[in-house]
């Protein structure tokens, strides 16, 4: 069976920093691309950013760049995202997925909270 | 980025009849592969998002066959023969053909 456990959400204020981390299981997490995707309270899905196998590739989406990392450790089975200068506007639940085109599996979500 | 448009945003079905929600994207999702990246999505309230279809019309495993999906180029639809009490939630689509990916704004499905 595959899981996704995120951890590390909290209630930060603006400006500051968090790492949010996935463990992974049942599967090779070594031969898969990796995403975060987040969801605002009471809004839609937004895509974050996603990391290849070998982490050789990665990208985000224009709101976080500059201020959000991902990276993974295979060994570990883990992703990561290591999000700075947070915003206000960065509230929501952070998803960990597996498979990027067409995310087939979910984690229960991370709350991350921004305020003052 | 690609928009993509849903509608309706919002769907009230009577239980036993049929359902369908329609996905345009402002540009082609045809990938360089010859695939289109058009997912769909359910999210049950209080769950994370369940994949039901991936590149337009693969049913995944555990997804009950009244759920279909269908389309090409920039127009797709996803179509439930019957709706049952369990298809209460929000669906979205998404395309994974052009980053940054994007999801529709979702159509929230309740029972009439």
């Known amino acids: 069976e595959v899981r996704l456990v995120e951890s590390g959400g909290g209630l930060v204020q603006p400006g500051g920093s968090l790492r949010l981390s996935c463990a992974a299981s049942g599967f090779t997490f070594s031969d898969e691309w990796m995403a975060w995707v987040r969801q605002a309270p009471g809004k839609g899905l937004e895509w974050v950013a996603y990391i290849k196998q070998d982490e050789s590739a990665q990208n985000y989406v224009d709101s976080v760049r500059g201020r959000f990392s991902i990276s993974r450790d295979n060994g570990k089975n883990s992703l990561y995202l290591q999000m700075n200068s947070l915003r206000v506007e960065d509230t929501a639940v952070y998803y960990c997925?597996?498979?990027?085109?067409?995310?087939?599996?979910w984690g229960q979500g991370t709350m991350v909270t921004v305020s003052s | 980025d690609v928009v993509m448009t849903q509608s309706p945003l919002s769907l009230p079905v009577t239980l036993g009849q049929p359902a369908s929600i329609s996905c345009r994207s402002s540009q082609s999702l045809v990938y360089s592969d010859g695939n289109s990246y058009l997912n769909w999505f359910q999210q049950r309230p209080g769950q994370s998002p369940r994949r039901l279809v991936y590149?337009?019309?693969n049913r995944d495993s555990g997804v009950p066959d009244r759920f279909s999906g269908s389309g090409s180029g920039t127009d797709f639809t996803l179509k439930i023969s019957r709706v049952e009490a369990e298809d209460v939630g929000v669906y979205y689509c998404m395309q994974g053909t052009h980053w940054p990916y994007t999801f529709g704004q979702g159509t929230k499905l309740d029972i009439k």
């Open positions: 590149r337009v019309s």
């Open positions: 997925v597996r498979d990027v085109r067409g995310p087939r599996d």
